[in-house]
């Protein structure tokens, strides 16, 4: 990918479409997450989604010790189970200011409710605000930044 590619990638508003993709986005914070997380840290995370794979590139600031990162199912005031992985497991976290994951997820790699479905179900919940990205971490295990895919 050029760098004008990753920029224009970057910079697409949620909801663009460019070459049969849609682009999705989440704002991490700690007062996304059920109940509200008192943290300095906030993230962005960045989704291509397209009919075979959804490309990610998951940013986090002002974090520690993060252990791991998924796609959850649910609505922004609710916990719901993981069907997807961004990063780790990571046993003792590692402490990131940037890039923390980037990757490709394919309808193999869906897990729990989605698991053996089809790429499009997850991309389904996204488009209806029914997925969030949470970042785990050694002090807050049930997950420090949060927000939901849109």
Known sequence: MTVLALVL????????????ERIARAELSGRNEVPPVQTGATGQARFNLS????????????????TQAHIHLGSADENGPVVAFLFGFVDGGVTVDGLLATGTITADDLIGPFEGEPLSALIEAIQSGNAYVNV???ANPPGEIRGQIR
Do not use: D, K, M, W
Request: net charge negative.
């Open 9 to 20: 990638f970057a910079a697409a508003p949620a909801g663009a479409v460019e070459a049969g």
């Open 51 to 66: 009919e075979e794979s959804i490309e990610y590139r998951l940013f986090v600031h002002n974090i520690e010790n993060v």
């Open 136 to 138: 785990h971490t050694v």
